[in-house]
């Protein structure tokens, strides 16, 4: 059957299964925003849209008096830009899906869009096919591609009169938005469809329902392609694909829709920032902490780096990427294809989270406990409970703890690598 171009229908197709089993993916926010490199990937709005004062001294202390915007893209050079290496370093961080910013909110395009004359990265720029590399480079890595696509643009005329008419008329979308989705999907075939830039207008003015009715029927990734919900100023965590709902999105419950947390490094920015602080950037144990309450509460963790203007992916967001995927060499087994347990979290802390898998349930600790004595509350035990450790050999000692659940005798590990983690595993199979 197919879908018709109206929410009903096409909030009934199932979501692809890859993108649940995926759970773990990369965010890369890259665009002209990394050549001043400063506030945020916003810096264009901030500085035009909105006038601020710190954004004009920064642009009269660094840059001759004259100069604009569009000036910045000359030196968008990507010169240092290595897809290999990018999809080697992605890999190792345990990343199972990875998601370009193919177009932000400034409408350059990090393809040879035909519809954004020399406002791309083949006319101008970098002068390379920056979306088409980065694909090549990690399919052959089996990881699969996102792109992430801006509806707006905040300064192009055509959105600008189309704004101005109330959305009553339609040329940007005509001419400029749909274009550009449509060549997307033909030319590069992605995996993922991360729409944003949708708060502004209906869906009546975007089209979206009937760009998503083709994707869905007749477009080359009809049967594989997952998308989010930003369509439309009210379709977030209501209507498309899987949820984001909003950045940085945290429920604090178990959802009964997919969705996704989207975060960054960079706690103040997406893009690029030369002038970050270490207190601004998330340490390892905090992304850890995210990723297993996210996954716990049945989301996908999408983790955000800015390369800068030549195409660097900085060594402390490296580390920071790095650090994940050693944590899930050892752990990966409680996160990917994993599902949620009838519990999330031991109601005593939110130190302890549960995955499972199959007939397997994964209590996942996030500081070590005294005594090396773990209480689970939440599993019962049958007779011939087995627990091991995720990184270990071996079978641990365990009890019924007098009043429910399990107490657990951990190995002694302190001082070894092992016990300098951000949070271990112990993997239950016979429990209810």
Not at 107 to 114: E, V
Not at 261 to 288: F, P, Q, T
Request: charged share 20%.
């Amino acid at each position: 059957s197919r879908y018709r171009a109206d929410w009903a229908s096409l909030d009934a197709r199932p979501l692809p299964a890859w993108f649940d089993r995926a759970k773990v993916g990369v965010f890369v926010h890259w665009g002209v925003f990394a050549v001043p490199a400063w506030g945020s990937e916003w810096f264009w709005w901030h500085w035009r849209g909105e006038q601020r004062a710190d954004y004009e001294r920064f642009m009269r202390s660094r840059y001759p008096a004259a100069t604009t915007y569009a000036d910045f893209a000359s030196r968008f050079t990507a010169r240092d830009f290595h897809p290999r290496e990018w999809a080697r370093l992605f890999q190792r961080a345990g990343a199972r899906y990875v998601v370009l910013t193919a177009k932000h909110h400034e409408g350059f395009t990090n393809w040879g869009s035909p519809v954004s004359w020399s406002w791309n990265s083949v006319d101008t720029g970098p002068n390379r096919d920056l979306v088409g590399e980065l694909g090549q480079a990690l399919r052959e890595r089996n990881i699969s591609y996102g792109l992430y696509h801006s509806l707006l643009e905040w300064f192009n005329p055509l959105y600008l009169a189309d704004k101005e008419s109330g959305f009553k008329t339609q040329s940007f979308v005509l001419q400029k938005t749909m274009p550009e989705l449509y060549d997307l999907v033909v030319r590069y075939k992605p995996d993922l469809i991360w729409s944003d830039g949708d708060w502004e207008a209906p869906e009546s003015y975007w089209n979206s329902t009937s760009f998503l009715a083709w994707l869905y029927n007749d477009s080359p990734v009809k049967d594989t392609v997952v998308v989010n919900d930003r369509w439309c100023n009210n379709c977030s965590c209501h209507h498309g694909g899987y949820y984001n709902c909003a950045d940085k999105y945290k429920p604090g419950a178990l959802l009964t829709h997919k969705w996704e947390m989207c975060s960054s490094v960079d706690k103040l920015s997406w893009g690029y920032r030369s002038n970050m602080h270490i207190d601004e950037l998330m340490d390892e144990a905090s992304i850890i902490k995210e990723l297993v309450q996210t996954v716990s509460f049945g989301g996908n963790y999408l983790l955000n780096v800015g390369p800068t203007k030549e195409g660097v992916i900085v060594p402390i967001f490296q580390e920071r990427l790095l650090a994940l995927g050693r944590w899930l060499d050892t752990n990966g087994e409680a996160i990917y294809e994993s599902k949620p347990w009838r519990v999330q979290m031991e109601n005593s802390t939110n130190s302890v989270w549960y995955t499972s898998k199959g007939p397997a349930v994964y209590a996942i600790f996030l500081t070590w406990p005294q005594d090396s004595l773990l209480k689970l509350s939440s599993p019962v035990p049958s007779p011939d409970l087995q627990v091991t450790m995720l990184g270990l050999t071996g079978a641990l000692e365990w009890q019924k703890s007098p009043d429910k659940g399990v107490l657990i005798t951990l190995p002694y590990l302190r001082p070894s690598p092992l016990s300098a983690q951000s949070g271990w595993t112990v993997k239950l199979e016979g429990v209810e």
